[in-house]
Each structure stands twice: as C-alpha cells, then as structure tokens.
C-alpha cells in the first residue's frame, strides 16, 4: 500500500473548502460589524445635518451677524416672532470655560505630578480613583449642592472677600447677592474639569521614560527642576491637548451652569464676574422646551450649531495634536 | 583645582542661598501639587458627605415605595426610579451591541486605514456635548409630536456607544493573536472564532465597560430636560416608553433644587443619595473588577 502525502493547501484553497454556513457566518458578521461601524459614522453626520437643518431659518434670517449680536427677546421684532443673537452666550461660555481652565488646569495637572511622580505607591493607588470618582458625580448632583450649599457660601463670603482684596481689578466687581453667577458656575464646573485634566495628564506623564527623568536627577537637577526640564517639556503638546479636552468639557455643561449661573431673559456682557450670564449650553437647555415659536427654536438651533462647531474643533485639535507627537515619537 | 563654592549641586553647597533658593522652590512646587490632590479628595469628601447626610434623613420605606406628593412632605420617587431604570435599560439595549459590533469591527476586520476615521468618530461623539445631542433626538423625534421615553433612550445610547466601544476593544486587544491563530489552524472560521473564542474570553471586560457606561448615561440630566423632562412626577408607575415623557431620577433632582420649599429640597437630596450611591458603588466595583480581569489576562 502506498501513501501518499496530503497536499498542502494554499489558504485560499483552505478557504474554498469552507462549508457553505461558515462562508455565510464570515459574510455575516463581517456586514454586521461593518454596519454598526457605518452607523457610527453617519451618527456624527447625521447629528450635524439635522442641527444644521433645523437652524436654517435662523441661518438664512441673521447670516454670521448673528454670532456677534446681542440680543434676546421672543416676543418682539417683525411679526412678533422675536429678534436673536449669540453675543452674550458666546460671552458667558467664554467666561465660564476660563474660569474652569485657570482654576482646573493648573491644579488638574498638579494632581497628575503629585500621582505619577510624588506620592508613594500606596498613596497614589489610593488617591487616583478617588480624583477620578469625582468626575463620575452627576452634573445635576453637583448642580443641587452647587445651589442648596456652595451658593451661599459664596454671597457670604467668598465674594464680598475677593471684592475687597482684588475689587480693584474691574472683573471682581460688586458681589452678587444670590451666590450665583457666571463666577460660581466656573467653580463648580471646574471641580468637573480637574479629574478629567488629572487622569490624562498622569498618563502622559507616567510615558515620560525614567531615563530621561533620572538622568536629570543624577546631573544634581532637584524634582521640580526635573518636572519642569524634562516631564512638562517633552510632555507640552499632550499637556495642550489634555487642556483642550478639558476645555470641551467646560464648553459643552449645560445644566450646571443652567442651575448655579443665574441666566434668564435678561442677555448681559458685563465685565464683571459675578453677574449673571447664560452659556450656549444653559440657554439651550433652559428655553428649548419652552420656545415661544418657532424663530426662537430656530435661533435655539443655531445656538447648537455654533456649540456643536466648537466641540468637534476643541476635539479634532486634540485628536490631532496627540496623532501628530505619537507619529513624530515613532519616527524618533 | 578647587570648586567654585556656588555650583550646582544642592549637596555639595546647601548653604548658599541658590541652593537654598533651589531647595525652597522645589518645596514649594511639591508641597502645593501635594495640596492640590489633598483639596480635591477634600471637594470630593465635602461633596459625598452632604449628599450622605442630607439625603439619608430623607430615606425612609416610603421613599422607594411611593410616589411624590402633588404638595408638601413625604412620599418617594418610585416613579422616577423605575423610570430611569427602564430609560436605561433600553438605552443599553441599543448601545451594547452596536457598541460591541463596533469593537469587533476595528480590531479583528478594518484595517488601520480604515479604523482611523472610525476611532476619530467615536472621539468625537464621545466628546458631544450632551446637550447637543439632547438637540439632535429632538429635532429627530419629539420635534412636532411630543416628548417620549425612548427619545430618551436613544439620546442615552449616542452617549454610551462610544463608552462600550472603546472598552470592548481595550479587552479585545488583550487577547493574544495566538489564540485566534490556534483556532484558525483548527478549521475554525473567522466567525465562529470571534464569537466562540474572542469574545467569551472578554465577556467580564464588555460587562464591567457596560456597566460603567449604565453609570454615566443613569446620571445624564441634559438630554432628558429635552425629552423626558414633561410628565406629572406623581402619576403611578409605567413602563411605556413610548407613550409619553417618563418620570426619572435627574430629572426628580433637577426639579428638585429649583424648588424653594424644604420638603422638595429634601427629596432632592434623598434621589441624589440614591443616584449617587449607584454610581459610585457601581464605578468601584467595576474598577476593582477591571484590575483583576487585565492583571489575570496578562499573566
């Protein structure tokens, strides 16, 4: 009897022998993955699409001017239908996101040194979930004690102490007698910014290769000279775009600033930081279901339109930032 | 050959006042990064412990049981408890498949061409405001007719498919290409593969990203101040998504703060209690359960 060697296949030989229900199987799941991939993508589109289309009206009506106009009012104009513009939220989401960055930024990133670089192990294990159990809070739970706890604390004494130290600066005007204000909402969205800027930065950081960081060490560099020569400045474009995450998140807070900001009918610019104010977010959330006609959700929807453009740019800046330093350390 | 007495080393020649200088700021710097992350656990303590206290006297049996009083003290949020729970429960119906689908999709099929565009897009709808997307549903489905629990739901699902995503392709990466290989070389396809192998060796990863997704959409207020936001908060309990707006816990507290009276600012803090227990419970639980699950996979 002779025997003879099996032949030895190719792979798409392999393949070809597959049983029709496998190569319906592998069809399958392939489409069904394809398809959810696909509805991601057309999510993003269609988000933006339908927020464009809804703002039309008010696109074709105000044009750009609208960004810079200042004013708000239902019920008024031709028709009755009411005269809009963005200015004063586009102001109080400026104010409050620089208030939430100049407050969490620094202390964000210095929880992140602290965890990846001072603390003992054991600390560091033990601290690090906790800071980022902080962003797990509702913004509707730190929007009640914002209102019921920390409001009041700032009309008693926070405010009426910055506005005797700095009052002189002209932003920390005259306090504001409720405790809420674009000053307060800044605050508190900041305590939401912080674990965000802390958890990112700690990574990037702990990417630092010890090397370098002990090399500074052994030329008789001190800790911080070490963080500042060779952890901040091989780590600057991750730090901005650590920053600008966070900035997203700022920007894009509606209720907490739709709870502690103190916005209403009234649209204000004032210099001072304590007044009331509306942000993009805020506003939307606070008139939409109430819309006295249709211009004004119109008008609403260009409010989302500009929030929307201004939270894919802060994410795609990002995105690239990072894309870019990891494609330049590769090539390193 | 002699060293100049002000070198640079703080060892050498502490006692100058550059490298006490130096000495002095590095302190500084570490003493305050120190305070930083002490402050925040402080925020984070203050913050618990109010909604603890406040919101414990609040609970009683009465407060899982019944609904809230059209006026005045006593009564529960029933209602808004089983309504954030089956808003909820659809919203993870709709976002743990495509979610996995989706995971599934960028690491054993698309090639990294292709996966890039598709990560960035989950980026981006990850960095949403949810607002926005609350404005989106909107104008989708309660624009003209109403609104509706499942607008709910879907809004919640936008936010948590990208949560589940990038968890499941976390877990799915810790899989070793040699067991695809083996199975593979075994006669197995490519989907019997996925499904047979792949995936069951990352089943307890997928729960523990779904169910910190749960987590995050269970406290979302934004969207549901657009689409589930009008409803009478004492009527009895319903399922029907499809009806009308259902009552939810967010929104019970949202409400809740807006309200002068005690009696509404102690509901406020016993829903808080309630929503925040969950979370964090849940947010500790699936982190330890994260740990041992990646430490038991790389070894």
Sequence with gaps: ?332 | MTIPADSASPFAASTTWRARRRRGIDRGMRGSATLAAIGSVAVLIWVILDVALKGASAINGDFFTKAPPVFGTGGGILPEIVGTGVIVALATGFALPIGVLVAVFLSEFASPRLAYPIRLALDLLNGLPSIVIGVFVYGLLVLGSGQKGYAASIALAIIMVPLIARATQEVLRLVPQAQRDASHALGMSTWRTTLGVVLPACISGILTGTVLAVARAAGETAPLLLLSSFYNPNQPVTFNLFGQAIPNIPMEIFNDAEQPDLASHARGWGAALVLVTIILLVNLIARYALARQRRRMYR
């Design chain 1, 1 to 332: 009897m002779r025997v003879t060697a099996p032949p030895i296949l190719a792979p798409s030989e392999l393949s070809g022998s597959r049983s029709p229900a496998d190569r319906f199987g592998d069809r399958a799941l392939f489409a069904l993955t394809t398809l959810a991939a696909v509805a991601v993508l057309a999510t993003i589109a269609f988000v933006i699409y339908q927020l464009i289309d809804g703002a039309l009206p008010a696109i074709d009506l105000y044009g750009l001017g609208f960004i810079g106009h200042n004013v708000w009012v239902p019920n008024l104009g031709p028709g009755g239908l009411g005269i809009y513009g963005a200015a004063a939220f586009i102001y109080g989401t400026a104010i409050i996101s620089a208030i939430a960055l100049v407050v969490g930024a620094p202390i964000g990133i210095a929880i992140g040194l602290f965890l990846s670089m001072l603390a003992p192990r054991g600390i560091a294990t033990a601290i690090g979930p906790l800071v980022e159990l902080i962003a797990a809070i509702p913004s509707v739970v730190l929007g009640l004690w914002g209102i019921l706890i920390f409001a009041p604390i700032m009309s008693s004494t926070i405010e009426p102490a910055l506005h005797d130290v700095l009052g002189w600066i002209p932003i920390f005007g005259a306090p504001n007698a409720t405790g809420h204000g674009l000053f307060t909402a800044g605050i508190v969205v900041a305590v939401m910014v912080v674990p965000i800027i802390a958890s990112i930065s700690r990574e990037l950081f702990n990417s630092v290769p010890n090397e370098l960081k002990e090399g500074a060490l052994a030329l008789g560099a001190t800790r911080w000279e070490m963080v500042r020569g060779v952890v901040l400045s091989s780590t600057r474009p991750g730090l901005i775009a650590t920053l600008i995450l966070g900035l997203s998140r700022a920007l894009g807070e509606a209720i907490v600033v739709l709870q502690l900001a103190g916005g209403g009918s009234a649209s204000i610019i004032s210099g001072n930081l304590f007044n009331n104010g509306d942000s993009l977010a805020s506003r939307i959330a606070n008139t939409f279901i109430g819309a006295l006609n249709s211009r004004e959700t119109a008008a609403l929807f260009y409010l989302a339109v500009i929030l929307l453009a201004l939270g894919l740019a802060a994410n795609l800046a990002a995105q690239m930032i990072v894309r870019r330093y990891e494609l330049s350390h590769r090539r390193a």
